[in-house]
């Protein structure tokens, strides 16, 4: 199974609207969803975290990279402060993750030219210099969304032949699992 971690510097119009688009869904915090896809005729279920970025969530996130087989990175071509991030957030990838784990870098609201201020070239060295993919995307616009995904996940499936990741053991921890109860008996 997939699982792709999906993270956001901050909360935007790229979640609301990326949302809506891939699930038809809200969401709040942590955001946890499951899209099945077909890719080279194998269907693949994406497991996708959002965490919005947001640092009350850094210690459950960094806990998420260890099962994660992809991880995307997104900054707004907007907003500096957002890239400035990107760095962080692949430090703490390289701390926490597996280290053969997928990564790509998303600038997204590429539809928004006239309000840029991250160059496309700032994206794709950052990308190049951690040997990474790099898109830029429009959630609004719903520009590259798909793409995004299905390059993750093809790259993915392309590290693992032979093996189906759609088949392979549940290592969720269960929350709310229902335990069985000893029996109170007496003497």
Same mark, same amino acid.
């Given at each position: 199974m997939f699982e792709i971690i999906f993270i956001i510097e901050d909360i935007s119009i790229f979640q609301l609207v990326l949302i809506h688009i891939v699930f038809n869904m809200s969401f709040c915090g942590i955001d946890f969803k499951i899209k099945t896809i077909e890719l080279e005729g194998k269907k693949i279920k994406l497991? %996708?975290? +959002?965490t919005a970025g947001q640092e009350r969530f850094h210690? %459950?996130?960094t806990s998420y990279y260890r099962g994660a087989m992809g991880i995307m990175l997104v900054y707004d071509i907007t907003n500096p402060k957002s890239f400035d991030n990107i760095a962080k957030w692949l430090r703490n990838i390289d701390e926490h993750a597996n280290k +053969?784990?997928?990564k790509m870098i998303l600038g997204n609201k590429c539809d928004m030219e006239d309000k840029r201020v991250i160059p496309k070239e700032k994206? =794709? +060295?950052i990308a190049a210099e951690h040997? %990474?993919?790099?898109?830029?995307?429009? &959630? #609004? &616009?719903n520009i590259n969304i798909e793409q995004a995904f299905l390059e993750l996940a093809s790259a993915i499936l392309s590290k693992t032949p032979g093996r189906d990741p759609a088949q392979q053991p549940d290592s969720n921890v269960r929350i709310n699992a229902q335990r =069985? #109860?000893?029996s109170q008996r007496c003497c």
């Amino acid at each position: 199974m997939f699982e792709i971690i999906f993270i956001i510097e901050d909360i935007s119009i790229f979640q609301l609207v990326l949302i809506h688009i891939v699930f038809n869904m809200s969401f709040c915090g942590i955001d946890f969803k499951i899209k099945t896809i077909e890719l080279e005729g194998k269907k693949i279920k994406l497991q %996708i975290w +959002d965490t919005a970025g947001q640092e009350r969530f850094h210690t %459950i996130t960094t806990s998420y990279y260890r099962g994660a087989m992809g991880i995307m990175l997104v900054y707004d071509i907007t907003n500096p402060k957002s890239f400035d991030n990107i760095a962080k957030w692949l430090r703490n990838i390289d701390e926490h993750a597996n280290k +053969d784990v997928e990564k790509m870098i998303l600038g997204n609201k590429c539809d928004m030219e006239d309000k840029r201020v991250i160059p496309k070239e700032k994206g =794709e +060295d950052i990308a190049a210099e951690h040997g %990474i993919r790099f898109l830029e995307t429009s &959630a #609004k &616009a719903n520009i590259n969304i798909e793409q995004a995904f299905l390059e993750l996940a093809s790259a993915i499936l392309s590290k693992t032949p032979g093996r189906d990741p759609a088949q392979q053991p549940d290592s969720n921890v269960r929350i709310n699992a229902q335990r =069985e #109860k000893p029996s109170q008996r007496c003497c």
